[in-house]
């Protein structure tokens, strides 16, 4: 099992910048991608960003050039920048990591774990 725990969501202004976290403990060993998925009020769940095991990384076209995602092996934890945001990014925000992967969408191969989330909210 694999425990995922977030933080660092909040009230930010448009154009402001926060920074999300994933921390996983339990068999981490396991996960071989984790993706940050987010899902605002109304609207379906959204993959935003993505990180393998190898570091390889992919982003969806609303967020490119915006969000950063990255790891930190020795704290176990998968990081999101998100700068230049805009009220479109309000969305509670969620990491999940993978057992299998190969490409595109975590959740296309199941077998994964999911955070609880933590929410982001931008003001205009």
Do not use: H
């Amino acid at each position: 099992q694999v425990q995922l725990v977030e933080s660092g969501g909040g009230l930010v202004q448009a154009g402001g910048s926060l920074r999300l976290s994933c921390v996983a403990s339990g068999s981490i060993d396991s996960i071989v991608a984790v993706g940050w998925y987010r899902q605002a009020p109304g609207k379906q769940r959204e993959l935003v960003a993505t990180i393998t095991s190898g570091a390889s990384t992919n982003y969806a076209d609303s967020v490119k050039g915006r969000f950063t995602i990255s790891r930190d092996m020795t704290k176990s934890t998968v990081s999101l920048q998100m700068n230049s945001l805009n009220p479109e990014d309000t969305a509670v925000y969620c990491c999940y990591a993978a057992r299998y992967y190969s490409d595109g969408d975590p959740l296309d191969y199941g077998m994964g774990y999911w955070g609880k989330g933590t929410l982001v909210t931008v003001s205009s």
